[in-house]
């Protein structure tokens, strides 16, 4: 067995994934093969992030970590192949790859499981990685928008191109006492929180916009294009503390159903903190349907 972790070879990377991705049905699982080899062709997967520990030459355990724009980063955990599970070897493979990350810059490591598959989540919460939360998915197909879109608010909407630093300074400001995964706020610097968002799908400053109140800006909402689907979806919303409870998140929502409605996309889509009953309640009155869970691990790398 090969002591510490190292890069798989190109050679490798096709079996690598088949066992990273061991736990799923058998056509999902070489839909994500396909898929991870992809990314790798287009440099959006770095090579060095497929960690993997070899016995007898072959590979007997893989891990892979994916480092994003915006100081974070997705990490898939270990697999081992068939036989005794490996304890020791799956904590230098966390080990290994949380190093990785920290000397790129990355502060934030997050990982998802579906509800059934939190059992695989064991090597990494021995190796610092916390269970916060669930997230909702959910999904507005625009057939029939609430009786008041499109009704004339209290709000006023600009662009991020009109009103840069002021959208940075909102956003950051929504932030203070949100119910949406609250562990990470501070961590990152707005600069490092817009290149993350701006990551995300297909960016067009022009679905960036800042709600004003009477000139007082009150909230943020953040949408991007996937390219998948045509669909956009919410990367984030939000409200500073003084103006809550008032309706202006509703508001901000309208505003982006009926931009969406306009532009003929097929739907609409969000994730929000299970632990958020507010957003909860509010986007489901709006007609938005959940169609996914995933349980939320979190690193934070000081």
Not at 42 to 69: F, H, K, N, T
Not at 102 to 107: L, S
Not at 200 to 214: K, N, S, Y
Request: net charge negative.
């Amino acid at each position: 067995m090969t002591v510490a972790p190292e890069p798989a070879r190109p050679e490798e990377w096709p079996a690598a994934f088949r066992l990273l991705f061991r736990p799923l049905p058998a056509e999902v699982r070489e839909q994500r093969v396909s898929t991870a080899l992809a990314l790798l062709e287009q440099g959006e997967l770095m090579p060095d992030g497929i960690l993997v520990l070899r016995d007898g030459g072959e590979v007997a355990g893989v891990l892979a970590c994916m480092p994003l724009p915006g100081a974070t980063a997705l990490v898939w955990p270990p697999q081992w192949r068939d036989g005794p599970e490996d304890v020791s070897g799956e904590d230098r493979l966390v080990r290994h790859a949380v190093r990785w990350l920290r000397g790129r810059g990355v502060k934030l490591v997050q990982s998802l499981f579906p509800p059934d598959g939190v059992a695989a989540s064991a090597s990494l919460e021995r190796n610092g990685f916390v269970h916060v939360t669930h997230l909702w998915y959910l999904r507005h197909t625009l057939g029939s928008l609430p009786p008041d879109a499109g009704v004339p608010g209290r709000l006023d909407f600009v662009t991020v191109e009109d009103a840069p630093e002021q959208l940075a300074e909102t956003l950051i400001r929504s932030y203070e006492g949100t119910l949406d995964c609250p562990e990470i706020s501070g961590v990152r610097t707005v600069e490092e929180v817009l290149d993350g968002h701006r990551s995300q799908g297909r960016h067009d400053p022009r679905r960036w916009w800042l709600a004003t109140d009477a000139g007082q800006a009150v909230g943020v909402a953040l949408v991007s294009l996937t390219p998948e689907t045509d669909e956009w979806d919410v990367m984030y919303v939000g409200v500073v503390p003084e103006a809550r409870r008032r309706g202006f998140g509703r508001e901000l929502m309208l505003k982006v159903l009926v931009e969406a409605a306009a532009a003929g996309v097929p739907g609409v889509t969000l994730s929000v903190d299970g632990r958020n009953d507010p957003a909860w309640h509010l986007y489901r009155a709006l007609g938005f349907e959940p169609f996914d869970r995933r349980e939320v691990f979190l690193a934070i790398l000081r």
